[in-house]
C-alpha cells in the first residue's frame, strides 16, 4: 500500500504542475493577444497537449481514488458477496480494457507516429510523447484496479 501512496502523491503532483504550466500558458496567451497585440504562436497547442496529459492522467488518478462516475443500481439490487464478486469481474473488465485499448494500442500509435517521425506544427516534439500519456494511464489503471483486487481478497 505504500506503493499505491506513492504514486498518487506523484501522480497529484504532477497533475498540479501541468495544470499551473497550463493556467500560465493560456494567461499568456490572453496577454499577448489582447496586451501586446501579438499573439504567441505555440500557446493554442500547448494548451491542448497539456489538456490531453490532464484528461487522461487526470482519469487514472480518479481510478485509483476510486471516485470515478458509476452507476450503480444494479449492484445495490444484489446480496454482499453477489455485489463483492461483480465488483471483481468490473475490475476485470476495466484491467482487460486498459490491456488491450490503453496499453497495446496506445503503445502501437506511440510507435507508428515515433517511426514516422511526426512533429507537432508549433512545438515541433514529437507526437510520440504527447501519446505516450495513453499506455502511462493504462498501465496506472491497471495497477490500481490490481491493487483494488488484491486488498478486497
Given amino acids: 500500500m505504500q506503493l499505491r501512496k506513492t504514486i498518487d502523491k506523484v501522480l497529484a503532483n504532477f497533475l498540479v504542475i501541468i495544470m499551473a504550466v ?7 496567451q490572453v496577454a499577448s493577444r489582447f496586451i501586446i497585440g501579438t499573439p504567441s504562436s505555440f500557446t493554442d497547442e500547448l494548451a491542448r497537449y497539456l489538456m490531453i ?10 481510478s485509483g481514488r476510486n471516485m470515478h462516475v458509476a452507476i450503480d ?4 439490487r444484489f446480496n454482499p458477496p453477489t455485489q463483492k464478486r461483480l465488483m471483481l469481474v468490473v475490475r476485470l473488465l476495466i484491467i482487460l480494457f486498459c490491456l488491450v485499448a490503453m496499453v497495446i494500442g ?4 506511440v ?6 517521425g511526426q512533429n507537432s506544427p ?3 516534439v514529437p507526437l510520440a510523447v504527447v501519446y505516450a500519456v495513453i499506455p502511462i494511464s493504462g498501465v496506472l ?3 490500481y484496479k490490481l491493487s483494488d483486487i488484491l486488498k478486497k481478497q
Fill in 53 to 62: 496529459w490532464i484528461g487522461i492522467l487526470g482519469a487514472a488518478y480518479v
Fill in 122 to 124: 508549433a512545438l515541433q
Fill in 73 to 76: 443500481v444494479l449492484p445495490r
Fill in 111 to 116: 510507435y507508428i507516429t515515433y517511426v514516422l
Fill in 141 to 143: 489503471i491497471m495497477y
Fill in 22 to 28: 497550463m493556467v500560465i500558458n493560456v494567461l499568456w
Fill in 106 to 109: 496506445g503503445s502501437r500509435l
